[in-house]
């Protein structure tokens, strides 16, 4: 029954758990077992909370039997990236600056969850300071892929994507400051949200970018992951960027289907060259959509060029200010992490104004155009294979294949962290090595419950992301 119970997904055992026929505690347990099994094959895992967790489990059985059900996530077990602080616990943000740092607050999407009822089971890889999009990290180990321990898992949510991905939990926070939800979504094959810039909280977490980082799930199924952004969504004191817009139940909202509404198809090769198979993929999900009644049509996404580079001076500039008391000194960095953060204090100060003015222009830009006649756009999230762990390995060949390659990781992701418009990573099937394919959706400002429905419609037409890692 173990194994069984955590191959289900999460809204499954939700359910299961409300209606009495099992309990948080074998929820619990069926993740700790997979963990066994998995964790030395993926390193998903920075720490595990197992004692804790059975408690956590214990109590909220507890509670449910005394009639007390404190949300859709009740009893559920989930984990986090090891970016969101708990207080008095450390948090090493994938460092080894961290290694001993504990935390003097409480993150505001773990204090959701907490009052939600749903179990922590630990904390997760990531890229050193979320300062990568493959995984690798020379601190902690690299994150491996479950499909084949050889590649890659996208990142920096690295953990996340995996530990969902190996079903050692049900799903996992994450967070995305150029695709760092989406790309271990995509390499793992399973389902991201990137909501809009101001949908959850911020506070308590690692920063990379204050401008450009989100916060978000990552899960097994569409469904799964409209509940959990419920939860974590929604207005915070503690982080004046926040949207005081209202947070509907996503996931009663994605039944509508999508006949009727307008998809635009892009395979931006002028932008990322995009592989055959990624192309193929793509466009097989525009034909499942399109069957299933949306009108699809094709799209000239405008030239991210300008909008890159924009990019670019943000994050440098913004993760420079944030690491400068580190900076001075011999703090223990990867090298490669820390010429990244090195290079924004050579970026004159007017250019990094220019950047962030010119966002509303490339947003405006974006929406009247490539949107200017569809609900949502549909594009690949990685152009390319998922590549090996040694060929993008930056700290063992930062050569200029090398780094070519790990640039363009984020090619069609990152331009979304700057728009801060709503992205959906869904699995879109599997290449030719059995290695999994990310589609992302894209939709305006605040439209999440829109790209939940044509996700969860691809996905009633699909069976891409029923496929396990064995």
Request: glycine share 10%.
């Amino acid at each position: 029954m173990s194994d069984d119970l955590a191959l289900k997904d999460l809204s499954e055992v939700a359910d299961a758990i409300a209606a009495g026929r099992i309990t948080s505690v074998q929820a619990t347990e069926a993740c700790l077992a997979r963990i066994a099994l998995w964790q030395p094959r993926t390193n998903a895992f920075l720490r595990l909370r197992q004692e804790r967790a059975l408690r956590q489990a214990h109590a909220l059985d507890k509670e449910l039997a005394a009639g007390k059900r404190r949300s859709p996530l009740h009893g559920v077990p989930l984990a986090h990236k090891d970016m969101f602080y708990r207080q008095g616990e450390i948090s090493t943000g994938g460092s080894a600056i961290r290694r001993n740092w504990t935390a003097p607050v409480t993150a505001t999407v773990l204090q959701n969850l907490d009052e939600a009822g749903a179990v922590e089971l630990g904390c997760l890889n990531m890229a050193e300071f979320a300062a990568g999009p493959t995984g690798h990290n020379v601190h902690h180990g690299h994150c491996r892929n479950p499909w084949d321990a050889t590649r890659v898992t996208g990142g920096s949510s690295s953990g996340s994507g995996a530990s969902v991905a190996a079903r050692m939990v049900y799903g996992a926070l994450g967070s995305d400051t150029g695709g760092s939800i989406r790309l271990p979504a995509a390499a793992c094959g399973v389902v991201g949200m990137k909501a809009t810039y101001g949908r959850v909280s911020r506070a308590g977490a690692v920063a990379r970018s204050w401008s450009l980082d989100h916060v978000g799930p990552l899960t097994r199924s569409v469904r799964d992951n409209a509940r959990m952004l419920s939860v974590v969504a929604g207005p915070d004191a503690n982080d004046s960027t926040t949207s005081e817009k209202a947070v509907p139940d996503y996931e009663a909202l994605i039944e509508g289907g999508v006949s009727g509404l307008r998809i635009g198809l892009s395979l931006p090769d002028a932008l990322v060259p995009v592989d055959a198979a990624i192309g193929a993929a793509v466009q097989a999900a525009a034909d499942a959509l399109g069957k299933l009644g949306a009108k699809i049509s094709a799209v000239t996404l405008p030239d991210f060029t300008a909008l890159y580079r924009a990019a670019e001076v943000i994050v440098k500039c913004e993760a420079a200010a944030m690491h400068r008391p580190w900076m001075a000194t011999d703090a223990p960095y990867a090298n490669q992490v820390r010429s990244r953060m090195e290079a924004g204090y050579f970026i004159p100060a007017t250019q990094y104004i220019d950047a962030l003015r010119l966002r509303a222009h490339f947003v405006r830009e974006f929406l009247d155009t490539a949107m200017a006649s569809v609900d949502a756009v549909l594009l690949p999230a990685i152009p390319f294979p998922i590549p090996t762990l040694q060929e993008t390995d930056v700290e063992q060949s930062g050569g200029p294949a090398t780094l070519g390659m790990v640039a363009r990781f984020t090619g069609l992701t990152r331009p979304f962290n700057t728009l801060g418009l709503p992205t959906l990573s869904v699995p879109g099937g599997f290449d030719g090595n059995g290695l999994p394919i990310g589609l992302q959706l894209v939709g305006r400002p605040f439209d999440e419950a829109l790209l939940y429905r044509i996700g969860h419609a691809y996905q009633g037409a699909t069976d891409h992301h029923r496929k396990v890692p064995a």
